[in-house]
């Protein structure tokens, strides 16, 4: 069974751009969560969707969104991008939600110069 | 609210050396705890898991007991590989979350075995 995979690998934008990465989660998984992760602050929650509707979002201002599509895939978006979005990102699947056990990509590094 | 307290980095290691990474968490009610493990260029994946007090997560030598009276879960390996070396997270998930999936993570601790 294929794993998690996320598109770009590695992206570079300047300050104000805005930035689409995109995540497959594992075939027949439903549920996926993005996740931030930056030196100082760790692994921080974003959001999380099931069934093409946000069950649950972290501390991130509205600049930060996503969204589902019918086949499970999904895309979080930064708008108006700030130095500080610098960081991995990691999108997580797992078959349904409130489970911790997620199947983690390898992540999106995003550089903002 | 929930949150995860690892025991600070680095932690090195000659090889076949025994492992602990302490970890203790917060959180209301019993939640389900996990190790995953973070190697260079990668994303995370599952070490074990362990969903109520007392059991005892297992996976490649690793071991993690869920301790209710000391609110821990402590990783534990006998002997380390230089092919251990990687970051560790220790993570929960509240139960009955209904459907939210929001891990909570430590800050990570990594792990440099040398020969």
């Known amino acids: 069974k294929a794993g998690v995979t996320q598109t770009p690998r590695y992206l570079i934008k300047t300050r104000g751009q805005q930035v689409t990465l995109s995540c497959s989660p594992i075939s027949g998984h439903r549920s996926v969560s993005w996740y931030q992760q930056t030196p100082g602050q760790g692994l921080q929650f974003l959001f999380e969707?099931?069934?093409?509707?946000?069950?649950n979002k972290g501390n991130f201002p509205g600049r930060f969104s996503g969204r589902q599509f019918s086949n499970s895939r999904s895309e979080m978006n930064v708008s108006t991008l700030e130095l500080g979005d610098s960081a991995l990102y990691l999108c997580?699947?797992?078959?349904?939600?409130?489970?911790?056990?997620?199947?983690f990509g390898p992540g999106t590094r995003l550089t903002v110069t | 609210g929930n949150s995860v307290t690892q025991m600070e980095g680095p932690v090195t290691l000659s090889e076949e050396a025994f492992l602990t990474i302490n970890c203790t968490y917060t959180a209301t009610g019993y939640p389900s705890l996990f190790w995953y493990v973070q190697y260079p260029g990668e994303g995370l994946q599952l070490l074990l898991k362990?969903?109520?007090?007392?059991d005892k997560g297992s996976n490649k030598g690793f071991e993690a007991t869920y301790r209710k009276e000391t609110t821990s879960f402590h990783l534990e390996k006998g002997s380390v590989q230089v092919s251990d070396s990687a970051v560790y997270f220790c993570?929960?998930?509240?139960?009955?979350?209904?459907?939210?999936?929001?891990?909570?993570f430590g800050t990570g601790t990594r792990l440099q075995v040398t020969l």
């Open positions: 997580a699947s797992s078959a349904r939600p409130g489970q911790g056990e997620q199947y």
């Open positions: 993570a929960l998930i509240p139960i009955n979350t209904g459907t939210a999936s929001k891990l909570t």
């Open positions: 969707y099931f069934s093409e509707t946000q069950r």
């Open positions: 362990a969903t109520k007090a007392d």
